[in-house]
Nanobody, 124 residues
Framework: QVQLVESGGGSVQAGGSLRLSCAASGRTFSSGGMGWFRQAPGKEREFVAAITWSGGGTKLADFVKGRFTISRDNAKDTADLQMNSLKPEDTALYYC?????????????????WGQGTQVTVSA
């Protein structure tokens, strides 16, 4: 079983930056993809970014392109989300997810393991 723990959330002003990190432990997926999703109050969970095991393939939601980047360090079993130029509408609970398949997917149904989430709050 894979355990995922997110960290790095917090409160920032608009235009600021945060770096989220997801640490995987347990029976990690040796060649699987990882992703980040978010959920704002009263809204459905939405895709933010995903990355293949090798890191050679990434996918970003249109609303974060040019602002967010995703990366991973397989030696450390971590996946990071660098968030720049944050906006108040980025306020949400951010979740890390992992899949056993070597894919880049925006669908939450393709992910088998989820973290508990880390809160990001952006003030105007």
């Amino acid at each position: 079983q894979v355990q995922l723990v997110e960290s790095g959330g917090g409160s920032v002003q608009a235009g600021g930056s945060l770096r989220l990190s997801c640490a995987a432990s347990g029976r990690t997926f040796s060649s699987g993809g990882m992703g980040w999703f978010r959920q704002a109050p009263g809204k459905e969970r939405e895709f933010v970014a995903a990355i293949t095991w090798s890191g050679g393939g990434t996918k970003l939601a249109d609303f974060v392109k040019g602002r967010f980047t995703i990366s991973r360090d397989n030696a450390k079993d971590t996946a990071d989300l660098q968030m720049n130029s944050l906006k108040p509408e980025d306020t949400a609970l951010y979740y890390c997810a992992a899949t056993r398949w070597s894919i880049v997917s925006a669908s939450s149904r393709n992910y088998e393991a989820w973290g508990q989430g880390t809160q990001v709050t952006v003030s105007a």
